[in-house]
């Protein structure tokens, strides 16, 4: 694109915003376009077409932290060809790192952290007058920050956050530093956008949090999480309720009951337990032990039989032996996760574990890694092929994205399911999908 391209460009002015990491995040995206639209910015796909691009950051792996450093640095050469873009970098990094990015990005417009996101449009007008750049970061939140138009990217499922902040501080987590202590939405707010979601024809809400098991206690709420969840399943025409993430220390019977009971929450466990062994649990201040989220796991498979139960697992955490990892190993295979998604630990500045000794080597790290995945895809691959035969409710979702004749959608345990169309199915909607063929990650099958 030339320079003089610009010259000639009319209203109303494009946004582009990449974004990287979690769920959180992604909604932290929709609320800033909200804003954008406010003004009359419309979003672009195309980079190069962007009078204002906003990079929406991660910082919880270091991976992650270097594929950002390379993307703002790929921006230097649209601010030499439009000098009057915008370059924002937002979300997790940007409270992280602050004044470092600005040292090092000087073509950067902007920095805005996690506790202002609120406050875009306001940013972006100090960006636009001044010749200085914008640094926009407050070390905390002062209060919980008003709620702001939101775009949604989808049309069938949507996030709703219900709190915000983590106050846990494992010792491998950057979270708590990034995004302050926990504020829990009112429930009324809650309510009244699951309510507005719904009329707009989504079918599907998560309610996201760091730990949603912890709503309510900051505020000093009557509400706790299950009362959220008994209020949020009477929402019509919502058909489905999921919430991510749970931690398994304060995941309790009232909230499992109130699953067991409800129409519209997904029989879905999502219980990140991180390691199988209790040394290296104590070393990331995880608060539990193996053998408690061990009966948790048994407790609610026998109130909730068909329920699914993932976890989140770090591999390589300082001080983790070969005994630890063989315990951690015999452990997934006693739980038999429905899947597992595994990490390898990431040292982040400014967490406790980075400074810990007996770091393990990347290769080691690695070859953990593996043993892990084989053990665990073989698992998962048994479970589904236990559902063979059967059907099971599908909310589809849309087109395969690998093959366009297949439609795909979700079961409520969170299984992905592939069938032909047969019919005059859309997103959206409910159907029933004979299970045919199973594989680790994905169910085949046709309607029933």
Known sequence: MEANDY???????????????????????????????????????????????????????????????????????????????????????????????????????????????????????????????????WDQAERLAPDVPTVRKGQISAWVPIMYGCNNFCTYC?????????????????????????????????????????????????????????????????????????????????VIETIKNSKKICEHFHLPVQSGNNDILGRMNRGYTTEYYHRLVEHIRQLIPGASVTTDLIVGFPGESEE??????NFIKTIRYDAAYTFLYSQRSGTPAADYPDQVPVAEKKARLNQLMEIQNEISLQINKQLVGTSVEVLVEGPSKN?????????RTNKIVLWAKAGAEKPGDLVNVQIATAQTWVLKGCLV
């Open 7 to 137: 010259q000639q460009k009319q209203e109303p002015k494009l946004f582009y915003t990449e974004t990287y990491g979690c769920q959180m995040n992604i909604n932290d995206s929709e609320r800033l376009a909200g804003q954008l639209k406010t003004i009359g910015y419309e979003e672009t796909e195309n980079v190069d077409k962007a009078d204002l691009i906003l990079l929406n950051t991660c910082c919880v792996r270091e991976s992650a932290e270097k594929k950002i450093h390379g993307r703002i640095g790929e921006m230097k050469r649209r601010k030499l060809v439009n000098p009057n873009l915008i370059i924002g970098v937002v979300g997790c990094l940007a409270q992280k790192d602050k004044e470092k990015i600005l040292t090092k990005f000087p073509h950067v417009n902007l920095v805005m952290g996690t506790h202002n996101t609120h406050r875009l449009l306001e940013v972006i007008a100090q960006a636009e007058q001044s010749r200085e750049p914008v640094l926009a970061v």
């Open 324 to 329: 630890h990892i063989i315990e951690t190993l």
């Open 174 to 254: 950057i979270v708590p530093y990034v995004r302050g202590r926990e504020r829990s939405r009112p429930l009324a707010d809650i309510v009244a956008e699951i309510r507005q979601l719904g009329a707009e024809g989504f079918k599907e809400v998560t309610l996201l949090g760091q730990n949603v098991n912890s709503y309510g206690k900051d505020s000093g709420s009557s509400t706790d999480f299950a009362e959220l969840l008994q209020a949020v399943d009477q929402i019509e025409p919502i058909a489905r309720i999921r919430y991510m993430t749970s931690h398994p220390r304060d995941m309790n019977d009232k």
């Open 403 to 411: 093959d366009e004749t297949k439609l795909m959608g979700r079961t």
